[in-house]
């Protein structure tokens, strides 16, 4: 079992940074891959970004070259950096780890506001 706990949500204007983090618990943290996905009011939730175990990478192109997902394997943390945020940013954001086609678990996720 793995728990998810998310921080660093908040207010921002548009062109300023955030950085979200996400404390997992649980064993075997370098063997799952860990995403960050996004909700907007009346949308669907949408994957941000993922990253393996062995710091592979992958982004939706709404914030390639805008936000940078990253782990410490060692202290069981994942991160996004977020620049150059945009209204259309604003969002939960989930905190996601996946294992296999069974392990599959979610943080409580952080609210993220962008004012124009």
């Known amino acids: 079992q793995v728990q998810l706990v998310e921080s660093g949500g908040g207010l921002v204007q548009a062109g300023g940074s955030l950085r979200l983090s996400c404390a997992a618990s649980g064993s075997f943290f370098s063997l799952y891959v860990m995403a960050w996905y996004r909700q907007a009011p009346g949308k669907q939730r949408e994957p941000v970004a993922d990253?393996?175990?062995?710091?592979?990478?992958n982004y939706a192109d709404s914030v390639k070259g805008r936000f940078t997902i990253s782990r410490d394997n060692a202290k069981k943390m994942v991160y996004l950096q977020m620049t150059s945020l945009k209204p259309e940013d604003t969002a939960v954001y989930y905190c996601?780890?996946?294992?296999?086609?069974?392990?599959?678990?979610w943080g409580q996720g952080t609210q993220v506001t962008v004012s124009s």
């Open positions: 996601n780890s996946r294992r296999g086609a069974v392990e599959d678990y």
């Open positions: 990253i393996t175990g062995g710091g592979s990478t």
